[in-house]
């Protein structure tokens, strides 16, 4: 009854982690900021609804919103993009999906991070396309050399993720040109993952559209702006990849939600110290995990930026052990073959609980 393609996806093993969960468990599972939206871009919204802006608004979004995002990319992204290629979408989860259905047919391959952020995998499944994986260097980064030996006349399209999620690494400038060298040699599209660029520790963001235009630049309001609930993506590229994105847009979504496009409208253009304030905030938390790991003799690659940890973690009964002493976190397999032998810990959360989870973990572990 139903199709192979949606029967060989598994439900999100995050998911399955928190079923189970009792209710007072400390939450190290969840991918999202612990952080209430600001109030202005909250204000911005009821003023939307009060104006009567409740109705469908351009199939690509309110035009102000996407000159906003245009520069927005120009001056934090530095690279020139007009608003007649930006597409508003609901999350980056949409702006993923509009990606991977554009560029990928039958059969095709596509380089993912492995690890890597799991709907990667099972989009580009329901896309009908085969997953190949990019295996990490020690570091957790994607090595250019590494993507160039999975390269075959049958690649359309890689994957990049920076900062990554599940690793919290980020991927190095010259890392990223080298990419973007990579997609233009053979003539594949990089789809950048950016949500998490303004939480970033060590290192910069580089956007790989600073060196190609074969790439669709993806990112959200979600995590920067703690508005995940808020579902407002955005992808930029140029017309061509727009162009054939919008057609699927149109169907399955229409528009983005109106009244959210005004409050993501004010979350860009309006002050940016609330971002600097949960950067800060995440820095610590990052510190605070680390030395906690670093103290049971546990070892992790330091994160750079996000809002997770990788550490190893051997035993594969970790997280249902851990689970069982209230405190949730995410096997690493759940994020592809060679997430194996760790576990993903989400610290966004309180302090306290961060504390009193990394003494749980130094009992069980
Ligand atoms: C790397 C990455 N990309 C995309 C998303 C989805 O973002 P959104 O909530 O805007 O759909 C997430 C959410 O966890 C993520 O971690």
Redesign the pocket.
Known sequence: MFTERIKSIDISGIRKMFEGAGLNSINLGL??PDFDTPQHIKDAAIEAINKGLTGYTMNLGFPELRSALSRKFESENHFTVSSDEIIVTS????A?HLALQALVDKGDEVLIPDPG?L?YFALAKIAGGKVVGVPLDEKLTMTPEGVNELITSRTCALIV?SPS?PTGTVQTRTQIKALAEIADDNDITIIS?E??EHFIYEGEHVSPAQFTDNVITIN?V??TYAM?GW?I?YAAARKEYVEQMLKIHQYIQACANSIAQKAAQAAIEGPQDCVTVMRESFRKRRDITMEGLGAMGIKCVQPQGAFYAFPEVEDEEAPPKLLKKGVIVVPGSAFGENGKGHIRISYATSEENLRRALKVMENVL
């Not at 999350?91 to 949409?94: C, D, N």
């Open positions: 991918g999202q999350g980056a989860s949409e993923l952020f709907s993720n999620n993952d949500v998490y959200a979600s995590k995940t579902r993506g």
